[in-house]
């Protein structure tokens, strides 16, 4: 009877010291050090999840600056603000943007022209962030307010009905549009 407690007690303290390790690695509020670096430099980025820095998104980017796999200068959408910021946060010099990842460009957001659109959920699939929204041969829009301005999904639409328009002007948007107004 001893020896049945003695090992039900064992194998109980291996499982939960598995399910700990299972819940540190799955559970963002159980960071290692060098998470809280790459959080840091997440959040400096501009969560477009376009890809433009060679990279799947933001976070991936983001890991690969933390481990010097990759120069802070590869983010069009972030600029040379973003190049800057990572440059401060590093302790690193500012670069400049480098070409090959794109140009640097005012921010803006996904228009589906409606009355073209045939449904064909090609721009749902590509769009990293859930922002267009539509059933299968039915319209497709756009969620503003979660569109990125990755411009991912504009290549894909067989009717191009998807254009890339400016950033509407609002008081949450006015401040960053407008950097040359306040120093």
């Given at each position: 009877?001893?020896?049945?407690?003695?090992?039900?007690?064992?194998?109980?303290?291996?499982?939960?010291?598995?399910?700990?390790?299972?819940?540190?690695?799955?559970n963002?509020?159980?960071?290692?050090?060098?998470?809280?670096?790459?959080?840091?430099?997440?959040?400096?980025?501009?969560?477009?999840?376009?890809?433009?820095?060679?990279?799947?998104?933001?976070?991936?980017?983001?890991?690969?600056?933390?481990?010097?796999?990759?120069?802070?200068?590869?983010?069009?959408p972030?600029?040379?603000?973003?190049?800057?910021?990572?440059?401060?946060?590093?302790?690193?010099?500012?670069?400049?943007?480098?070409?090959?990842?794109?140009?640097?460009?005012?921010?803006?957001?996904?228009?589906?022209?409606?009355?073209?659109?045939?449904?064909?959920?090609?721009?749902?699939?590509?769009?990293?962030v859930?922002?267009?929204?539509?059933?299968?041969?039915?319209?497709?829009?756009?969620?503003?307010?979660?569109?990125?301005?990755?411009?991912?999904?504009?290549?894909?639409?067989?009717?191009?009905?998807?254009?890339?328009?400016?950033?509407?002007?609002?008081?949450?948007?006015?401040?960053?549009?407008?950097?040359?107004?306040h120093?």
């Amino acid at each position: 009877m001893l020896t049945a407690i003695i090992s039900l007690t064992s194998i109980t303290t291996v499982l939960g010291f598995m399910l700990y390790g299972v819940h540190r690695r799955y559970n963002p509020r159980f960071e290692a050090a060098g998470d809280s670096v790459v959080e840091s430099i997440n959040a400096l980025l501009p969560q477009t999840q376009c890809g433009q820095c060679n990279y799947t998104g933001c976070r991936p980017y983001a890991e690969a600056i933390a481990a010097k796999e990759a120069p802070i200068n590869q983010c069009p959408p972030g600029g040379e603000a973003t190049i800057n910021s990572l440059a401060a946060l590093l302790g690193q010099n500012v670069l400049t943007l480098n070409p090959d990842n794109g140009a640097e460009a005012p921010a803006k957001i996904a228009f589906i022209h409606e009355s073209m659109c045939i449904g064909c959920k090609k721009c749902i699939l590509v769009c990293p962030v859930d922002a267009i929204v539509g059933a299968p041969k039915l319209m497709h829009t756009v969620i503003a307010n979660e569109c990125t301005g990755c411009d991912l999904c504009v290549e894909p639409c067989p009717v191009d009905c998807i254009d890339m328009i400016d950033v509407p002007v609002t008081i949450s948007t006015w401040r960053t549009q407008r950097p040359e107004a306040h120093p």
